[in-house]
């Protein structure tokens, strides 16, 4: 059975992008981004991998992308339609009417399709890009987490999950650090 695996940065106050979206605060490092270049290139845009010098890197964990709106309105804003045309991509939106791209599906329930895919023979894991509201509302499907901690305070913005109080344990299973302070954590849903 593959895994929904919620793959994200934050800020150490728990904040994916700030009060506008913005994701420049955000200190990465060039050790970091060669990391994620090199372990998890599928989750770098298709059109920044050239300019990395992956354009061609194989996936290494995931094939299918979840994904908000304020995920994929970035992308959206700069005339790409698909930003992870490398792996299949879903948008869970209640208020987009449509996507004009064939490689992007629209999905209104994303609970429902976490399970669908999940339940899919074969293939890699799904991952689930954020943002809040969406991890939020999919954290009972949510099997691993991997989050990158930025060394930095937001003080406001959007949370890593945006939702009501419901305490859900993850047990740690690794940790790296890297030149910046940035520290990556690998955590599996506590049974």
Known sequence: MRKLVYYVGTSLDGFIAGPGGEIDFL??????????????????PTHVRPHLGIQDAPNQRFDTLVMGLGTYRPALDI????????????????????????????????LELARSLK???GGMDVWLAGGGRLAAALLPEIDEMIVKSYPVVAGAGVPAFAGGFRPTRFTPTAREEFDNGTQVTWLTRTP
């Open 27 to 44: 200190p990465v490092s060039d050790q970091v981004m060669a990391w994620i270049g090199e372990h998890y290139p599928e989750t770098l």
């Open 79 to 110: 005339g790409v339609t698909s930003p992870y045309a490398h792996v299949r991509q879903y948008v869970a939106s209640t208020t987009l009417p449509e996507i004009a791209d064939p490689a992007v599906t629209l999905v209104r329930d994303p």
């Open 119 to 121: 339940a899919e023979d």
